[in-house]
């Protein structure tokens, strides 16, 4: 089983920054794609970044790209999300999540098996 535990949420205004954290504990992380997604008020949950195993690929979608940086450090079993130039939009509880080494799907929510418990983010305009 994998445990991942996210941090680093909160209430900030437009245009400032925040960086989520994720603690993965369980299994052996780098076997890993890691992913985070959001859901806001309303909304379907969605893909927001996602690293590959190796950290070698990354995809973002569209809204953040360019604002967001997803990173990873395998030596700590930890996963980023440093957000910056933040916007009301992005308002939502993001979670942090993990699935298998195909890249082909990571950007279905359906294909992640395993979650946190999520982290609120609010931008106030």
């Known amino acids: 089983q994998v445990q991942l535990v996210e941090s680093g949420g909160g209430l900030v205004q437009a245009g400032g920054s925040l960086r989520l954290s994720c603690a993965v504990s369980?299994?052996?992380?780098?076997?890993?794609?890691m992913g985070w997604l959001r859901q806001a008020p309303g909304k379907e949950r969605e893909i927001v970044a996602a690293?590959?195993?190796?950290?070698?690929?990354?995809f973002y979608r569209d809204s953040v790209k360019g604002r967001f940086t997803i990173s990873r450090d395998n030596a700590k079993n930890t996963v980023y999300l440093q957000m910056n130039s933040l916007k009301p939009e992005d308002t939502a509880v993001y979670y942090c999540?993990?699935?298998?080494?195909?890249?082909?799907?990571?950007?279905?929510?359906?294909?992640?098996?395993?979650w946190g418990q999520g982290t609120q983010v609010t931008v106030s305009s």
């Open positions: 690293r590959s195993r190796s950290g070698l690929y990354t």
């Open positions: 369980g299994r052996t992380f780098s076997n890993y794609t």
């Open positions: 999540a993990a699935k298998g080494p195909n890249l082909k799907d990571l950007h279905y929510v359906s294909s992640y098996d395993y």
